[in-house]
């Protein structure tokens, strides 16, 4: 159990700021906090925050140590907790001064309950004993950090990216229905995630656009004009696209969203999506563009590349040569697309083959070479026999 039970940190490669931890289950826990950081749900909303403004490669995962004895787990975190100053909000991002262990489970299943940390009911050793006046006062000073070493030093207001007031507005009308303290009084009261919430808060800062989360449009007090007059961010995948042809380059049809016009013309969205985002030059023998991005200078850039590439195609295949297994000929097609017209056989799989690459050595049954591959490997073989 030692190799996978210990302490761990989480570190800040930008400031240099970590997050102290522990568990008995090491590589798990390590697992979970990377997905509920990447999904924005991670229960540390300054944790989340900092990550969601550093970045995924700004961000180190080390174990610090391995624990043989488990009753010595929390132990050792307290330890690293007070060695790295963990719960500074300038050195770090631990929320409870206090170890407690994490990435187990809840109540009896937890490894620790019932060990001397947050036991309850009658395992608890102070179960039904009542403290004096004068012990209560004595227990509120031991525990209470004043000054530098109170981990909420320094962040009053604005500062405490935890207490930023926040508004919740209605999509509908626009009006803003609340000013919340802070995300996590919105948690506690209607029980939406917190980090959910300061990502579309951030997003809107960032990007200008604005996105509903619960329901909602919400943001930042700061940033209420600049959300209303906002508007709403689309997924790429749900924006209209509009069909344009090459020859003429006329458009010949608006599309509500790319899976509409992949489904019609019998290709994946993603080639759509890769030449509206200007990654490919044409997809399914068209030039697509967003209908926002629609005007007179990008339909001639684009169509000039299309030609460019196509022209370009030509002049280095000459079209594609079917053959049986046995390398006879078949059939020659002008180009990937025409054979594939013809065998209903995808060209993306025609142009692998024909491209060498050397998982595919077939596409539909047959054997597929460029035209002047085909002359080349003909002439070549034709010179060898003489």
Same mark, same amino acid.
């Given at each position: 159990?030692?190799?996978?039970?210990?302490?761990?940190?989480?570190?800040?490669?930008?400031?240099?700021?970590?997050?102290?931890?522990?568990?008995?289950?090491?590589?798990?826990?390590?697992?979970?906090?990377?997905?509920?950081?990447?999904?924005?749900?991670?229960?540390?909303?300054?944790?989340?925050?900092?990550?969601?403004?550093?970045?995924?490669?700004?961000?180190?995962?080390?174990?610090?140590?391995?624990?043989?004895?488990?009753?010595?787990?929390?132990?050792?975190?307290?330890?690293? =907790?007070?060695?790295?100053?963990?719960?500074?909000?300038?050195?770090?991002?631990?929320?409870?001064?206090?170890?407690?262990?994490?990435?187990?489970?809840?109540?009896?299943?937890?490894?620790?309950?019932?060990?001397?940390?947050?036991?309850?009911?009658?395992?608890?050793?102070?179960?039904?004993?009542?403290?004096?006046?004068?012990?209560?006062? =004595?227990?509120?000073?031991?525990?209470?950090?004043?000054?530098?070493?109170?981990?909420?030093?320094?962040?009053?207001?604005?500062?405490?990216?935890?207490?930023?007031? =926040?508004?919740?507005?209605?999509?509908?009308?626009?009006?803003?229905?609340?000013?919340?303290?802070?995300?996590?009084?919105?948690?506690?009261?209607?029980?939406?995630?917190?980090?959910?919430?300061?990502?579309?808060?951030?997003?809107?800062?960032?990007?200008?656009?604005?996105?509903?989360?619960?329901?909602?449009?919400?943001?930042?007090?700061?940033?209420?004009?600049?959300?209303?007059?906002?508007?709403?961010?689309?997924?790429?995948?749900?924006?209209?696209?509009?069909?344009?042809?090459?020859?003429?380059?006329?458009?010949?049809?608006?599309?509500?969203?790319?899976?509409?016009?992949?489904?019609?013309?019998?290709?994946?969205?993603?080639?759509?999506?890769?030449?509206?985002?200007?990654?490919?030059?044409?997809?399914?023998?068209?030039?697509?563009?967003?209908?926002?991005?629609?005007?007179?200078?990008?339909?001639?850039?684009?169509?000039?590349?299309?030609?460019?590439?196509?022209?370009?195609?030509?002049?280095?295949?000459?079209?594609?040569?079917?053959?049986?297994?046995?390398?006879?000929?078949?059939?020659?097609?002008?180009?990937?697309?025409?054979?594939?017209?013809?065998?209903?056989?995808?060209?993306?799989?025609?142009?692998?083959?024909?491209?060498?690459?050397?998982?595919?050595?077939?596409?539909?049954?047959?054997?597929?070479?460029?035209?002047?591959?085909?002359?080349?490997?003909?002439?070549?073989?034709?010179?060898?026999?003489?």
């Amino acid at each position: 159990m030692g190799k996978n039970m210990g302490v761990y940190k989480i570190t800040n490669l930008v400031n240099g700021k970590v997050y102290i931890g522990s568990s008995k289950e090491l590589e798990k826990r390590e697992m979970q906090h990377k997905s509920d950081l990447k999904c924005g749900r991670h229960h540390n909303e300054y944790l989340q925050n900092s990550y969601t403004k550093h970045g995924k490669e700004n961000f180190e995962f080390n174990i610090i140590e391995f624990v043989e004895n488990e009753d010595e787990l929390i132990e050792r975190e307290q330890f690293y =907790i007070d060695k790295y100053n963990a719960c500074n909000r300038k050195y770090g991002y631990n929320l409870n001064p206090y170890a407690r262990g994490g990435g187990g489970a809840k109540g009896e299943r937890n490894g620790w309950y019932g060990k001397g940390y947050m036991q309850l009911g009658n395992k608890n050793p102070s179960y039904g004993k009542k403290h004096t006046r004068e012990t209560k006062r =004595i227990l509120s000073i031991k525990n209470t950090r004043y000054g530098e070493k109170n981990h909420n030093y320094g962040n009053k207001g604005v500062k405490n990216p935890l207490s930023k007031q =926040i508004a919740q507005i209605d999509p509908d009308t626009l009006k803003v229905i609340k000013i919340w303290g802070a995300s996590i009084e919105i948690e506690r009261e209607l029980g939406f995630h917190g980090g959910n919430i300061c990502q579309v808060c951030i997003y809107l800062e960032n990007h200008s656009k604005r996105k509903q989360s619960y329901g909602y449009y919400w943001c930042y007090e700061k940033d209420i004009n600049k959300c209303i007059s906002s508007n709403d961010y689309i997924h790429s995948q749900y924006k209209k696209v509009a069909q344009i042809d090459i020859k003429t380059k006329n458009v010949l049809k608006v599309y509500d969203k790319i899976s509409d016009a992949a489904k019609e013309h019998s290709i994946n969205s993603e080639n759509i999506s890769r030449c509206c985002k200007g990654k490919n030059a044409t997809a399914a023998g068209y030039v697509w563009i967003y209908e926002e991005e629609l005007n007179k200078k990008n339909i001639d850039e684009r169509v000039a590349r299309a030609l460019i590439e196509m022209s370009v195609s030509r002049s280095k295949k000459g079209g594609v040569v079917q053959l049986t297994l046995d390398d006879e000929y078949v059939h020659y097609y002008p180009s990937s697309k025409r054979a594939s017209e013809i065998t209903g056989i995808a060209p993306t799989s025609i142009s692998r083959v024909c491209n060498k690459q050397k998982k595919y050595k077939t596409a539909g049954g047959f054997k597929w070479m460029y035209y002047d591959d085909y002359i080349k490997l003909n002439k070549d073989q034709q010179a060898s026999i003489s």
